[in-house]
Structures are given as C-alpha cells and as structure tokens.
C-alpha cells in the first residue's frame, strides 16, 4: 500500500510540474517582446542626453532642430535594432513635423499602440514637441503601409489619440499622410 500511495504522490508531482512548466513557456510566447524597452541601449536618459547636447548647439525652430530630431529618431531606431534579439522597427522624423514608426507586419496591435506612445511620450520629453506619430507595418519588398496615426489632443497637451483603418480596409478611415516620402498621390 504504501508503495502504491509513493508512485501516486510521485506521478501527482510531476504532472504539476509539467503543467507549470507549459504554463511559464506559453505565456513567455505571449509576453510584449518590447517591454521595458525604454532600459534597452541606448536607454531613454542616454536618448536624451545626446539629443540634450545637440540643443545646446542649436536653436529650438532653427532648421537645425530637424537635426535633432532625426537624430533623435536614428537612436530609437538604434534602441531595437541593436538589442538581442534584434526588432525590425524603425523610427524617421520628417521635416513636415511628424514621425513614422514602421513595425513589423506581425507586430500585435497593442505594441504598436506602446510603441507609438512611447516614442510620442520620449519626443515631447527629449525635444519639447509634440507631433504625431503615424503607424506603418512593413511588409518585405513592398512599401511600408500606413495603418493608424497617433495624433496629440489640442485641447490637452499630455494626451493623443490613436486611430487605425477598419480592417481590411486600407486607406479606408485614414486616408492620407502628411506630406512626405510615403504620401499619397
């Protein structure tokens, strides 16, 4: 009897472990490959003291200042590209005052909401502007396609709004992109 009540405690055991261990490997699988990426090299405070620097030297609303701001976007391109392993965003300010956020296609809606605020949120903090941020997933060998914009409130500086086309409907809700590479004809 007790021998029986052993191999039963033991199979018992290692069920429960079993079930842990599938639990912990899904949700790993499930997890924002970009969380906490503010701490990824170069970290948000080394983003800011290298553009910091570059406002020292150059008058804010000088032409110099789109300078800074695509210097800005280059390291936030850096932050993920650089990081083990790598992510496929990519991040390009426009001198019409608007940054472009190009995501991997199979990238989840809600990291590119995170991913949007936060190079909005960073941008306000390291250059003092507030500019809207359109969504683009990217596609190999075809033109990144716009899919959401995220766009600052007017009537209350600390908060935007974000905006995606109807799915399956490109160019349905959002229709246009300000003037720049990836415009509309």
Aim: charge should be positive; proline fraction near 8%.
């Amino acid at each position: 009897m007790k021998k029986e009540i052993k191999i039963g405690a033991s199979i018992l055991l290692v069920i429960i472990v079993v079930t842990i261990m599938v639990s912990k490997y899904r949700a790993s699988g499930d997890a924002d490959p970009t969380a906490g990426f503010q701490q990824w090299e170069p970290t948000a405070t080394e983003v800011y003291d290298r553009v910091d620097k570059k406002h020292e030297t150059i008058p804010p609303g000088s032409t110099g200042s789109v300078a800074s701001c695509q210097l800005f976007a280059k390291l936030i391109t850096s932050r993920f590209r650089g990081h083990t392993p790598p992510i496929a965003v990519l991040v390009k300010y426009h001198a019409s005052r608007w940054f472009a956020l190009e995501c991997p296609a199979r990238m989840e809606p809600w990291n590119l909401d995170n991913l949007a605020l936060d190079v909005w949120r960073e941008a306000r903090n390291d250059l003092a502007i507030s500019c809207p941020v359109m969504i683009y997933r990217t596609y190999i060998g075809a033109k990144p396609v716009l899919v959401g914009r995220l766009l600052p409130q007017k009537s209350d500086a600390n908060r935007a709004t974000i905006s995606y086309d109807k799915q399956g409907e490109i160019g349905g809700a959002i229709h246009n992109t300000p003037p720049g590479p990836y415009s509309n004809p």
